[in-house]
């Protein structure tokens, strides 16, 4: 494994030294990441305009054919669930290897899509199963625990890419070692996380009001006339939208894959540094170790 403590994002003791990184580093490979975010949103959103919602709403009052329509719809879930799973690996790749600017880097590049891809998706299906029913349970006790649990999962997760890239291939090893790297400092990573998550939703909600603007009309014609709701689904799969809706939610997708990095960095580094500790005080000389052992008196 090479040695990242160089990284431009490892290092952060702090919120405030955690999005100083953050933002320094999206101010510095922007474009990059850009194009990526957009690239993989344009394809999925392309994917999810091939399902028609509004001929599962057509027959919404037939179990048999909504069973019938959702199993048409799987193909292009399942496609849209690939990409985004593609599109993570080379965020997350860009932003751990293009800082060294080494020679190669686009076969590195595919190399680690190719290597990482299947380990971690195996083990963020585990860990997104566990989310539901652990999410699932808390709502059904009381709220409050049920968005913990989401924050604690959600936490979780974000220590699974890092891990699969940096240390381990076995979805088993990668989802043991994300909690035991989320446990290192538990508060505060979930509060980082919520706290970069609440600044994203805002962003994201401030950007979909562009977004909206050209299909003004038939956002207002849905609302006013519930007949009127296949409009909000046909806007969906209007080219036009699927352009501006990828190129306004790139601007935020690249956030989490660099937070991802530096909670891992901050967590891997603690745990190195004890590590050193511990070596360093089992190698200290004592001074009775200094001297030959007197034998025992009879």
Known sequence: MKNYQNHPLAGAVDLDSAFNKMWSFYKKYFIGMYIISVAGSLLSLIFMADIDMASLQEVSSDPQLVLEKMKSMAGPYALTMLVTMLLMVVLHTWVLDRPADEPGFASTLL????????????????????????????????????????????????????????????????????????????????????????????????????????????????????????????????????????????????????????????????ETAETEITTDTDAIVRVEDLYPQMPEND
Not at 179 to 206: E, K, Q, S
Request: aromatic residues 8%; hydrophobic residues 60%.
């Open 111 to 270: 190399k680690k899509m190719i290597v990482t891809l299947l380990p971690y998706l195996v083990a963020i299906i585990i860990l997104m199963v566990l989310t539901v029913i652990l999410t699932s349970i808390g709502i059904v006790l009381l709220v409050l625990p049920g968005l913990f649990a989401l924050a604690y999962m959600a936490t979780v997760m974000i220590f699974a890419m890092p891990v699969t890239l940096l240390e381990t291939h076995s979805p088993i090893e990668i989802i043991t070692r994300s909690f035991r790297l989320m446990h290192r400092n538990l508060w505060p990573n979930m509060g980082w996380l919520v706290i970069l998550a609440l600044i994203m939703v805002v962003t994201a909600m401030l950007l979909s009001t562009l977004t909206m603007l050209p299909f003004t009309g038939s956002f207002i014609r849905s609302i006013s006339n519930p007949g009127e709701a296949t409009a909000m689904l046909e806007m969906s799969r209007n080219p036009l939208y699927i352009g501006l809706n990828a190129l306004t939610g790139a601007l935020v997708r690249p956030l989490m894959p660099i937070l991802a990095f530096i909670l891992y960095f901050r967590n891997r580094g603690e």
